[in-house]
């Protein structure tokens, strides 16, 4: 059988298979014999079929061979990941860390060329190898230009994720760019909780880069701080972040006490999502004050709210509860006069009770006890009303 070598520069270039992949790529020569023959170079190193090399070895079968020659090295190396990124069923990520490697050859490849006063790249073109470079492993620019940073600068426990479909290329790369600015003494504590801050300024609509750069920096001070930071912590960097966005070409003191006020929402956990929606306007309305009293109190930032949210102002809320309190007085002040009233209505019914005693005592006297049965049904009636009205 012949002995086939097999170059760990070459094989490096490209991932492996997986267990999966190998048994499958097995049973297909077992059942179906070698379809594509093995491409190997002068020194029988293998350019091309490491795996199905290595199937015909386990299953005892003649590999078949073709040998393929080049001018240099650094052509071959070409050769073998452009041919196996024809064959090989790789994601986007594993498709960029094989185009670093092509790019590398490339740049490598134009240099030498023109060491050797041959044609090569123009100056400066070596700069733009990544274009060509993704079109070659069928990416777009754009993925391919964030897949080179990601695997210029993330951990190998990044990539590893990226290459399992774990995490993409687009979230690795945000990660990246959300702490490039973080001391090295907080950066992996927040890269631990940078998916739970992703969420939530996800739902609070933090759109700019600027942004979600300031909320992280503002919750690395946090860790640093206290260790540790809870959704409250995330929520209110946000707001401030937010606030602090809104308000930047406002005076100095109206920027600050708008901060303040937003502040001490998020400390409560209040909902600031509308308060944040017209915060321009609230700013507008505080300049303003400004002018007029020559300072800003927290008070004044409640009223501005107020007021361009169309509601009542604390100042028009403590007038309406004065108002009500007014009100109040005089409707007991009226029922006091009421009862006064009826105080003396029940006097003059219980004297009426009394005459009708006599009353009916001479007509039962008389012998007129019809009449006197009709009385004191009367006084009975006049009874029951001072019971009713005296409770």
């Avoid at 520069?9 to 992949?21: D, G, H, R, S």
Wanted: glycine share 4%.
């Amino acid at each position: 059988m012949k002995q086939l070598k097999t170059n760990p520069e070459y094989e490096k270039l490209l991932p492996q298979l997986t267990n999966e992949e190998f048994d499958a790529l097995k049973l297909s020569i077992k059942e179906d014999g070698q379809l594509v023959p093995i491409i190997i170079n002068e020194k029988n190193e293998i350019l091309d079929g490491y795996q199905r090399a290595r199937a015909l070895r386990e299953l005892g079968i003649e590999p078949k061979t073709v040998v393929k020659t080049f001018k240099n090295k650094l052509l071959e190396k070409k050769f073998v990941i452009e041919v196996n990124l024809k064959r090989r069923q790789l994601n986007d990520f594993q498709r960029a860390e094989v185009g670093v490697k092509l790019g590398k050859i490339l740049e490598d490849i134009a240099k030498e060329n023109m060491r050797k006063g041959g044609k090569g790249l123009p100056i400066g073109k070596t700069l733009h190898v990544g274009k060509e470079v993704a079109k070659k492993v069928g990416l777009s620019e754009h993925t391919f230009e964030r897949a080179k940073k990601v695997i210029e600068v993330a951990p190998e426990k990044t990539k590893e994720q990226i290459r399992k479909g774990e995490l993409t290329i687009s979230s690795a790369y945000e990660n990246i760019q959300l702490t490039k600015d973080l001391s090295t003494e907080v950066k992996p504590k927040v890269e631990e909780n940078l998916e739970q801050i992703k969420t939530i300024m996800r739902a609070e609509k933090v759109e700019t880069q600027e942004e979600k750069q300031e909320v992280v920096k503002k919750l690395a001070e946090t860790l640093k701080e206290k260790g540790e930071i809870s959704d409250v912590d995330i929520k209110k960097s946000v707001a401030i972040t937010k606030v602090e966005t809104l308000t930047k070409d406002l005076p100095k003191e109206v920027q600050k006490k708008t901060l303040e006020s937003i502040v001490k929402q998020k400390e409560k956990e209040s909902d600031t999502a509308k308060t944040l929606s017209v915060i321009r306007d609230v700013g507008k309305e505080l300049t303003r004050t400004l002018e007029d009293k020559g300072s800003v109190t927290s008070r004044d930032v409640e009223e501005a709210v107020a007021v361009v949210r169309g509601k009542p102002t604390p100042t028009e809320k403590m007038l309406e509860r004065e108002e009500e309190k007014e009100a109040s007085v005089k409707q007991k002040e009226k029922e006091a006069k009421s009862y006064s009233g009826l105080k003396s209505a029940i006097n003059e019914l219980n004297l009426m009770a009394d005459k009708l005693t006599k009353i009916i005592s001479d007509m039962k006297a008389k012998g007129f006890h019809s009449i006197a049965e009709d009385f004191s049904n009367l006084q009975l009636e006049i009874l029951n009303l001072i019971d009713k009205y005296s409770e």
